[in-house]
Every structure is written in structure tokens, then in C-alpha cells.
Nanobody, 115 residues
């Protein structure tokens, strides 16, 4: 069973930085594409950043130049470094992967940016 456990959320002032971490277990992490999504109340869950098993990255336009996704296969961990945070980045952030055509999600970590 694949498990994803996020950490690193919290309260930060606008302009500040946070780093989210997601540790994966139950699968061969190095073979998995990974991603971070975020969701605010009443809205759909949106892709923030993704990284393939080969290390190719892509980002939502609103976070380009501010967020960086990376992975450490030796630690089965994917990171989201967030800088120059804005109030509109406030959301619950979820880690994602897919295995055998099934989506797996972490429990989510709250990020709150105060303006």
C-alpha cells in the first residue's frame, strides 16, 4: 500500500518561505512521477508543481519563479520549496503519485500566508 506523508506547512508572513516535504512508502519511489496540488475551501484541487521520475519539472503559471519542486530518491522524498509567498498561496497542499493507474494522496498540510 502506497503511503504519502506531508510535513512542513504552517503560518508565514507574505514574502516569506516554507519548504514542504512528502515521504513516500510502499512503492519504488524512483519510478514514480510525483506532484504537489493545493486546494482551498469550495474549490477544486489544482496542480502546483510536478516532477517526473526522470526529474523533468513543470509548474502552475502562478508559482513559476517562486516555487521549486525537487526529489531525493535516496530518501523517497519530494520537496516543494516555496518563496515570495503571497496570501493567495494559502491552501491545503497535497502530495500525489500514481501507481498501477490509481491515484494516491497524502493527508494534506495547511499553508497559511498572512498579508
Amino acid at each position: 500500500q502506497v503511503q504519502l506523508v506531508e510535513s512542513g506547512g504552517g503560518l508565514v508572513q507574505a514574502g516569506g518561505s516554507l519548504r514542504l516535504s512528502c515521504v513516500a512508502s510502499g512503492t519504488i519511489f524512483s519510478d514514480r512521477d510525483m506532484a504537489w496540488y493545493r486546494q482551498t475551501p469550495g474549490k477544486q484541487r489544482d496542480l502546483v508543481a510536478a516532477i517526473t521520475s526522470g526529474g523533468t519539472t513543470n509548474y502552475q503559471d502562478s508559482v513559476k519563479g517562486r516555487f521549486t519542486i525537487s526529489r531525493d530518491n535516496t530518501k523517497s522524498t519530494v520537496y516543494l520549496q516555496m518563496s515570495s509567498l503571497k496570501a493567495e498561496d494559502t491552501a491545503v497542499y497535497y502530495c500525489w503519485t500514481r501507481w498501477f493507474n490509481r491515484d494516491y494522496w497524502g493527508q494534506g498540510t495547511q499553508v497559511t500566508v498572512s498579508s
